[in-house]
């Protein structure tokens, strides 16, 4: 038997490969360097994470290739989104840093749990079979509920990371039901095979209606959005601050990365279906994650609710890939890449935003609440314009990018001919600039009820600055990033 | 061919803003002058698009075009008419008073405070110069977050209530808005440049429908009857610099709005709703005419008066006749001196007393004889009195209406009773009579800086009120042009 064995192509896989060594090594090195000398640690994970990139950016060819007998796929798409997720998962580094040692939580074991939870989201990115998908996603969950619970003498950190583990362990099961009814349907787990059972329709159509069910449900969990969305507040609201920065940036490119697989390489044939419930949810969680927000004093909480509306409209873009029987392919990029672009600037705005919660937290000290914004201005107008850069930009205000984000989201659904859908989005979004306003005013309006100045580190300064200005910059010039995500997505699909 | 004018008049204000930041509050009169050299600059900038305007041509002048978001066809599109170039003059002379009549009464956070108007006056001239909807609606909607801050920071007791309601009230109309834009894009096929939307053919259901998106954005702007009522409370609660720029420029917006979009995009739906529109103006002339009678505070008086006289601009535009059309954008500039004024006016006063409350005063004109002079003055301008600008725009529209309909005409003519009566009687609650109390008695006259500015306005007012050529005849090929594109069906 052992004569069958072919060597797969290792290739494709390179960046994937080049992290899993490295991490081993740093769970070696990790054991031999004591507190004194973390930096380390720290420093190879950061070295790891650009030795990627570099890989990853020099292994860029522009085509697509299949490897591991078509288990896993590299293309533009997943060469475009993974660097995104270096850059995302290097500022989380950053930023987090400085709070994770006044909290003593800086051990070996975080910076572990980021390597294999980015490699987790690398897999899920370049997945093209659902057994490679499951596998992704278990690796990034199960480091992101072991990362919730890293402050273990914090029972509201250990009460979320249970609440997580316990609902994240539904929802794998739930995907994982959908996709062995697929199978059973379509007898392959390879999504190219599937989506050719499901175009051809020998396949039986009532199970593959039935397991995408589950497997859509499956998503929203990943996605956070209603009704699966739950566990977003507790867990951002439990977990410590630099670690719901990690849950709630770079993994929602790997979850998009994730949907358009499966719902758009794998199942397109079942678009129809597919696109109401995408319609009902994204609805939905733009409503719902636009009132609740207004209710909450945690700014953790209200990010949670904002970031359930955003995904929302995220998703209001993923289903206006029009179902005709022709569809138009321009179209439907236009639609998948307004999606992605969406996903991009939400990862840029949300990291920023938790990045400034982190900034005026110190040592001892929380700074989760609203409150803790006020009067900011005061205190350092660099970052209260920073933040209030933020704030417009997850409010869809121009000239930030999440107006443009919006912009392409709302010009897709438009074109797919859903004006009732974009008029109710529209209407929440206007309720959703409320809470984002209210920051605004407590940093500008309101008297300090604080005065210790801002202490951080050089580097988190810059980067946040840097943060802030992009979310200006990609305002001012949204071509490229959009281009981008078009041409990504049109030499990819 | 690309001139490169009209992106002076957005960008130099905008970008002049960044050093002014960037000295931080504590050098005040490096500040205040660097400011003001900015906004004088952007003054500067503005005058060769006056002089070197092409009276004879109908169309876009100065036109830039550069491609900005390629994806969706949206471009960098700049251009002005006879209509447009007016306010873009208009708005970088109210920047500079604002900025002179900011200059000592602004304690907290100068540096900020003087950004904040340089940057809206960028964002704002972005709005007049735009002929891209994309373009257009990015600059409206972005001109809300620095007015938002200055009602916030700089306002009165009730400035968070206020600049929330604003905010909000003004984002609901333009959310609206863009769907609508979002359609018209589709519908002609790939483009948001609309000069090309002018000649969009459209049958009457849509063009209905995308006229009333329209109209509940233009209607808050303006602001129209009912959705008005933000508009007192953010004049209230504003600084004196804030409801300067809100009266002269912002409300201008509204009714700008309908001369680029609403009328040539949609004639037939404007022909079809302008009973409704007549309508609508008659009430904010007549009834918000009565409203500024009983107010007690000066700032919402002519807040209400604001919004009568806005009616009339209303009015002008959905009779469809040119003297109409004309009298109403002379209307909008006129309104932009006088209430510009009438605001500094109060200002000058809230400054010693810090009350806008009518029964706090009473006699002023014993202690600051200069003060009342020009306050008379402006009185009559803003309620018609011949010989200043606002007799003109008014008359204008009262003789369109009566050229439409006799009725129509006369109800808009008793805005001459009605505004001289609340005017006036503010006037002379507040600056006749004995000296009423002791804070009255310790006034002190306006200084230079303010003698300055109020001189600047009323000069203004004064020069359009007597001869109104140089204003009426730079709109005049525009205007007729826009009467005829909107006179031909689309259906």
Same mark, same amino acid.
């Given at each position: 038997?052992?004569?069958?064995?072919?060597?797969?192509?290792?290739?494709?896989?390179?960046?994937?490969?080049?992290?899993?060594? @490295?991490?081993?090594?740093?769970?070696?090195?990790?054991?031999?360097?004591?507190?004194?000398?973390?930096?380390?640690?720290?420093?190879?994970?950061?070295?790891?994470?650009?030795?990627?990139?570099? #890989?990853?950016?020099?292994?860029?060819?522009?085509?697509?290739?299949?490897?591991?007998?078509?288990?896993? /796929?590299?293309?533009?798409?997943?060469?475009?989104?993974?660097?995104?997720?270096?850059?995302?998962?290097?500022?989380?580094?950053?930023?987090?840093?400085?709070?994770?040692?006044?909290?003593?939580?800086?051990?070996?074991?975080?910076?572990?749990? *980021?390597?294999?939870?980015?490699?987790?989201?690398?897999?899920?990115?370049?997945?093209?079979?659902?057994?490679?998908?499951?596998?992704?996603?278990? @690796?990034?969950?199960?480091?992101?509920?072991?990362?919730?619970?890293?402050?273990?003498?914090?029972?509201?950190? #250990?009460?979320?990371?249970?609440?997580?583990?316990?609902?994240?362990?539904?929802?794998?099961?739930?995907?994982?039901?959908?996709?062995?009814?697929?199978?059973?349907?379509?007898?392959?787990?390879?999504?190219?095979?599937?989506?050719?059972?499901?175009?051809?329709?020998?396949?039986?159509?009532?199970?593959?209606?039935?397991?995408?069910?589950?497997?859509?449900?499956?998503?929203?969990?990943?996605?956070?959005?209603?009704?699966?969305?739950?566990?977003?507040?507790?867990?951002?609201?439990?977990?410590?601050?630099?670690?719901?920065?990690?849950?709630?940036?770079?993994?929602?490119?790997?979850?998009?990365?994730?949907?358009?697989?499966?719902?758009?390489?794998?199942?397109?044939?079942?678009?129809?279906?597919?696109?109401?419930?995408? @319609?009902?949810?994204?609805?939905?969680?733009?409503?719902?994650?636009?009132?609740?927000?207004?209710?909450?004093?945690?700014?953790?909480?209200?990010?949670?609710?904002?970031?359930?509306?955003?995904?929302?409209?995220?998703?209001?873009?993923?289903?206006?890939?029009?179902?005709?029987?022709?569809?138009?392919?321009?179209?439907?990029?236009?639609?998948?890449?307004?999606?992605?672009?969406?996903?991009?600037?939400? *990862?840029?705005?949300?990291?920023?935003?938790?990045?400034?919660?982190?900034?005026?937290?110190?040592?001892?000290?929380?700074?989760?609440?609203?409150?803790?914004?006020?009067?900011?201005?005061?205190?350092?107008?660099?970052?209260?314009?920073?933040?209030? /850069?933020? @704030?417009?930009?997850?409010?869809?205000?121009?000239?930030?990018?999440?107006?443009?984000?919006?912009?392409?989201?709302?010009?897709?659904?438009?074109?797919?001919?859903?004006?009732?859908?974009?008029?109710?989005?529209?209407?929440?979004?206007?309720?959703?600039?409320?809470?984002?306003?209210?920051?605004?005013?407590?940093?500008?309006?309101?008297?300090?009820?604080?005065?210790?100045?801002?202490?951080?580190?050089?580097?988190?300064?810059?980067?946040?600055?840097?943060?802030?200005?992009?979310?200006?910059?990609?305002?001012?010039?949204?071509?490229?990033?959009?281009?981008?995500?078009?041409?990504?997505?049109?030499?990819?699909? | 061919?690309?001139?490169?004018?009209?992106?002076?008049?957005?960008?130099?204000?905008?970008?002049?803003?960044?050093?002014?930041?960037?000295?931080?509050?504590?050098?005040?009169?490096?500040?205040?002058?660097?400011?003001?050299?900015?906004?004088?600059?952007?003054?500067?900038?503005?005058?060769?698009?006056?002089?070197?305007?092409?009276?004879?041509?109908?169309?876009?002048?100065?036109?830039?075009?550069?491609?900005?978001?390629?994806?969706?066809?949206?471009?960098?599109?700049?251009?002005?008419?006879?209509?447009?170039?007016?306010?873009?003059?208009?708005?970088?002379?109210?920047?500079? =008073?604002?900025?002179?009549?900011?200059?000592?009464?602004?304690?907290? $956070? =100068?540096?900020?405070?003087?950004?904040?108007?340089?940057?809206?006056?960028?964002?704002?001239?972005?709005?007049?110069?735009?002929?891209? !909807?994309?373009?257009?609606?990015?600059?409206?909607?972005?001109?809300?977050?620095?007015?938002?801050?200055?009602?916030?920071?700089?306002?009165?007791?009730?400035?968070?209530?206020?600049?929330?309601?604003?905010?909000?009230?003004?984002?609901?109309?333009?959310? =609206?808005?863009?769907?609508?834009?979002?359609?018209?894009?589709?519908?002609?096929?790939?483009?948001?440049?609309?000069?090309?939307?002018?000649?969009?053919?459209?049958?009457?259901?849509?063009?209905?429908?995308?006229?009333?998106?329209?109209?509940?954005?233009?209607?808050?702007?303006?602001?129209?009857?009912?959705?008005?009522?933000?508009?007192?409370?953010?004049?209230?609660?504003?600084?004196?610099?804030?409801?300067?720029?809100?009266?002269?420029?912002?409300? $201008?917006?509204?009714?700008?709005?309908?001369? %680029?979009?609403?009328?040539?995009?949609?004639?037939?739906?404007?022909?079809?709703?302008?009973?409704?529109?007549?309508?609508?103006?008659?009430? !904010?002339?007549?009834?918000?005419?009565?409203?500024?009678?009983?107010?007690?505070?000066?700032?919402?008086?002519?807040?209400?008066?604001?919004?009568?006289?806005?009616?009339?601009?209303?009015?002008?535009?959905?009779?469809?006749?040119?003297?109409?059309?004309?009298?109403?954008?002379?209307?909008?500039?006129?309104?932009?001196?006088?209430?510009?004024?009438?605001?500094?006016?109060?200002?000058?006063?809230?400054?010693?007393?810090?009350?806008?409350?009518?029964?706090?005063?009473?006699?002023?004109?014993?202690?600051?004889?200069?003060?009342?002079?020009?306050?008379?003055?402006?009185?009559?301008?803003?309620?018609?009195?011949?010989?200043?600008?606002?007799?003109?725009?008014?008359?204008?529209?009262?003789?369109?209406?009566?050229?439409?309909?006799?009725?129509?005409?006369?109800?808009?003519?008793?805005?001459?009773?009605?505004?001289?009566?609340?005017?006036?009687?503010?006037? $002379?609650?507040?600056?006749?009579?004995?000296?009423?109390?002791?804070?009255?008695?310790?006034?002190?006259?306006?200084? %230079? %800086?303010?003698? =300055?500015?109020?001189?600047?306005?009323?000069?203004?007012?004064?020069?359009?009120?007597?001869?109104?050529?140089?204003?009426?005849?730079?709109?005049?090929?525009?205007?007729?042009?826009?009467?005829?594109?909107?006179?031909?069906?689309?259906?």
């Amino acid at each position: 038997m052992l004569n069958n064995f072919v060597m797969p192509d290792l290739y494709p896989a390179a960046p994937e490969l080049f992290l899993a060594a @490295m991490a081993c090594v740093i769970l070696i090195v990790d054991l031999f360097v004591g507190a004194s000398r973390r930096w380390l640690t720290g420093s190879l994970t950061m070295a790891t994470l650009i030795g990627c990139a570099f #890989i990853t950016y020099f292994t860029f060819d522009g085509t697509s290739s299949l490897t591991f007998n078509n288990m896993f /796929v590299d293309d533009p798409l997943a060469d475009f989104l993974k660097m995104l997720v270096y850059i995302a998962v290097i500022t989380v580094l950053v930023y987090g840093r400085d709070y994770l040692a006044a909290r003593d939580l800086d051990k070996g074991e975080y910076y572990l749990l *980021v390597l294999f939870a980015t490699l987790g989201m690398m897999v899920m990115i370049s997945a093209y079979n659902f057994l490679t998908i499951y596998l992704g996603l278990e @690796m990034l969950s199960l480091s992101l509920y072991a990362m919730v619970a890293i402050d273990r003498d914090s029972p509201r950190a #250990i009460e979320a990371a249970m609440k997580y583990f316990v609902l994240g362990a539904l929802a794998s099961g739930l995907l994982l039901y959908g996709m062995s009814m697929i199978y059973g349907a379509t007898g392959t787990l390879e999504l190219g095979l599937v989506a050719q059972s499901v175009q051809e329709g020998t396949a039986n159509r009532v199970i593959l209606v039935f397991g995408l069910v589950f497997l859509v449900a499956g998503i929203a969990f990943k996605l956070g959005v209603v009704p699966f969305h739950m566990w977003i507040p507790d867990v951002y609201h439990g977990a410590p601050t630099a670690v719901t920065l990690f849950i709630g940036s770079a993994p929602k490119l790997a979850a998009f990365a994730m949907a358009l697989r499966l719902l758009v390489s794998g199942l397109f044939g079942l678009a129809e279906q597919w696109q109401g419930m995408l @319609m009902l949810m994204a609805i939905l969680s733009i409503g719902i994650g636009n009132l609740a927000a207004i209710a909450q004093t945690n700014i953790k909480r209200m990010l949670a609710y904002s970031a359930i509306s955003h995904m929302g409209f995220m998703l209001l873009a993923l289903m206006s890939g029009a179902a005709s029987a022709e569809p138009d392919p321009m179209a439907l990029i236009n639609a998948y890449s307004s999606a992605m672009y969406y996903s991009v600037a939400y *990862v840029i705005m949300s990291l920023g935003a938790f990045g400034m919660v982190l900034l005026l937290s110190r040592a001892g000290y929380e700074a989760e609440n609203l409150e803790d914004f006020k009067g900011l201005n005061k205190r350092s107008p660099w970052f209260a314009a920073v933040m209030m /850069v933020l @704030m417009l930009s997850m409010a869809g205000i121009p000239f930030f990018v999440g107006f443009f984000a919006k912009f392409a989201v709302l010009l897709a659904a438009v074109a797919a001919g859903h004006v009732s859908v974009v008029v109710i989005a529209v209407m929440f979004s206007l309720i959703g600039a409320y809470y984002y306003l209210r920051v605004i005013k407590l940093m500008y309006f309101d008297a300090p009820a604080d005065s210790a100045p801002i202490r951080a580190s050089l580097d988190m300064r810059i980067l946040l600055s840097v943060n802030g200005l992009a979310v200006a910059l990609l305002g001012l010039f949204p071509d490229t990033l959009m281009m981008l995500c078009t041409a990504t997505l049109m030499r990819s699909l | 061919m690309n001139s490169y004018l009209l992106s002076l008049a957005i960008w130099v204000p905008i970008i002049g803003a960044v050093p002014v930041l960037a000295l931080g509050s504590e050098r005040r009169n490096l500040v205040r002058w660097l400011a003001l050299a900015v906004s004088i600059a952007g003054l500067l900038v503005t005058l060769p698009l006056y002089a070197g305007f092409d009276r004879q041509f109908v169309g876009m002048q100065f036109v830039e075009v550069a491609p900005w978001i390629s994806r969706f066809n949206v471009q960098y599109f700049l251009g002005v008419d006879g209509i447009s170039v007016l306010f873009i003059l208009l708005n970088s002379f109210v920047t500079i =008073l604002v900025v002179i009549a900011g200059w000592e009464v602004i304690q907290e $956070k =100068l540096a900020q405070y003087m950004a904040a108007f340089l940057i809206m006056s960028g964002l704002m001239n972005g709005i007049f110069a735009s002929l891209d !909807a994309v373009l257009f609606y990015v600059f409206f909607e972005a001109s809300l977050i620095p007015m938002y801050i200055i009602i916030g920071v700089w306002g009165g007791p009730n400035r968070v209530y206020a600049a929330f309601k604003f905010f909000l009230y003004t984002l609901l109309g333009s959310l =609206l808005m863009l769907v609508s834009l979002l359609y018209l894009f589709l519908q002609a096929g790939g483009s948001f440049n609309l000069l090309e939307w002018h000649q969009l053919r459209l049958g009457m259901t849509p063009q209905i429908l995308v006229f009333v998106a329209f109209l509940v954005a233009f209607a808050v702007k303006v602001p129209m009857w009912p959705v008005h009522t933000w508009l007192p409370d953010a004049h209230v609660e504003a600084p004196t610099g804030g409801s300067v720029v809100l009266a002269a420029i912002m409300l $201008k917006l509204g009714a700008y709005g309908f001369i %680029r979009f609403s009328l040539p995009i949609l004639p037939d739906a404007s022909h079809y709703l302008a009973p409704m529109m007549i309508t609508l103006s008659l009430i !904010a002339v007549v009834y918000i005419g009565f409203v500024a009678l009983v107010q007690a505070d000066m700032k919402k008086l002519i807040a209400y008066s604001s919004i009568s006289h806005m009616g009339f601009v209303t009015l002008g535009f959905f009779i469809f006749n040119s003297i109409g059309v004309e009298g109403a954008l002379v209307q909008m500039i006129s309104h932009g001196f006088v209430s510009a004024a009438m605001f500094l006016c109060v200002g000058v006063m809230y400054d010693r007393m810090h009350s806008r409350q009518i029964a706090d005063y009473g006699g002023v004109v014993n202690t600051m004889p200069k003060f009342a002079a020009f306050f008379m003055f402006f009185a009559m301008a803003n309620s018609g009195l011949p010989a200043t600008s606002g007799f003109v725009g008014e008359f204008m529209v009262i003789l369109g209406a009566i050229k439409h309909n006799f009725w129509v005409g006369f109800a808009a003519a008793t805005t001459l009773i009605l505004g001289a009566a609340y005017t006036l009687w503010m006037y $002379k609650r507040v600056v006749f009579g004995a000296v009423a109390n002791d804070h009255v008695a310790d006034l002190k006259d306006i200084g %230079r %800086r303010e003698f =300055l500015v109020l001189a600047l306005l009323a000069a203004a007012v004064l020069a359009m009120g007597l001869y109104p050529f140089p204003f009426t005849d730079i709109m005049h090929a525009s205007v007729d042009n826009l009467l005829k594109h909107v006179a031909v069906s689309k259906l």
